[in-house]
């Protein structure tokens, strides 16, 4: 009985060392892997980040990230990151990528320049007093433009009419204009315009006054339109057609004829000391038949 106890004990002490030597061989081969795989150091956001901000040393830090996955265009250093602005929003934690940032243009011409896309004109317009009070149009917003105008020139009928659709916006803000020598507030907006939207633009600008429609930032359908006069402005093809009602037909109701008058004469005759009637009815010819006999 003390021999199979001592048995059980020492091969329990085996198992348990084998069982020991596996793990310790498993880990250090993970710790062995991960000690092998390079991380290198790049820059990420230590805040949030709007468009048009200016990167500082409060804004960004240093972390290591495995090589392998590291984005292309990631920046790798803070002397790289610091004094470029934001063109979109970043979050905290999000490593900063180069396509992100504005050129380096060493300060000159302000920020504008910097958030002008690659091919694009940033125009500024003014805007009705309806958008300066609403103020639903902020930067990165997607916009229609409006124009109503002389139909043609020296023409006294006035359009209105989509001339522009999807277009982004780079900028909103106010400036003070002179107005009869008082100053005015005056809403402008910048547009991310082609060369040739900014030519329709500049002419609409000059020919007619200006609005904005918002549009989804997740619909880009272009839709055409036709444009609207005050001639054409309460006419509306979808709305049902009214019939006038009919008057009920008068019903004439007439009378039935009376029946013709019918002339009759009676007279008794004594046959054998028995009387009998015989009538006689005055017909169409004026003469005198006898009723269910001759004339």
Do not use: C
């Not at 359908?221 to 009919?246: M, N």
């Not at 046959?271 to 009998?276: L, V």
Request: positive net charge; glycine residues 8%; charged residues 20%.
């Amino acid at each position: 009985m003390r021999r199979r106890l001592v048995l059980v004990l020492v091969l329990a002490s085996v198992v348990g060392l084998l069982a020991s030597t596996l793990v310790y061989r498993v880990l250090s081969d993970i710790a062995s892997n991960a000690r092998s795989e390079k991380a290198e150091t790049i820059v990420v956001a230590s805040v949030n980040m709007g468009m048009a901000e200016t990167i500082t040393s409060q804004h960004v830090r240093l972390v290591a990230w495995p090589k392998a996955s590291i984005p292309s265009g990631a920046v790798r250093s803070l002397a790289e990151a610091e004094g470029r602005v934001v063109r979109s929003s970043i979050v905290a934690g999000e490593p900063l990528l180069d396509g992100k940032l504005a050129p380096e243009l060493s300060g000159k011409g302000g920020l504008m320049p910097m958030l002008v896309p690659e091919g694009l004109r940033g125009i500024t317009i003014k805007v009705d007093d309806a958008t300066r009070e609403s103020g639903f149009v902020l930067p990165n917003s997607r916009v229609d433009v409006l124009v109503s105008m002389p139909r043609s020139p020296g023409s006294q009928e006035r359009i209105s009419k989509v001339i522009l659709q999807d277009i982004g916006v780079l900028a909103a803000g106010q400036t003070v204009e002179l107005r009869d020598n008082k100053p005015v507030l005056v809403t402008t907006v910048t547009l991310a315009l082609a060369p040739n939207q900014a030519e329709k633009i500049a002419l609409a600008q000059t020919e007619g006054k200006l609005m904005l429609a918002m549009r989804n930032l997740r619909d880009n359908k272009v839709v055409e339109t036709r444009g609207v006069t005050a001639a054409t402005l309460l006419s509306d093809s979808s709305a049902p057609v009214v019939t006038p009602a009919r008057a009920p037909r008068r019903q004439i109701v007439t009378a039935p004829l009376a029946p013709p008058r019918v002339e009759t004469y009676a007279i008794t005759v004594l046959r054998g000391g028995k009387p009998a009637e015989h009538v006689f009815v005055r017909d169409v010819t004026q003469e005198w038949v006898e009723q269910g006999g001759k004339k």
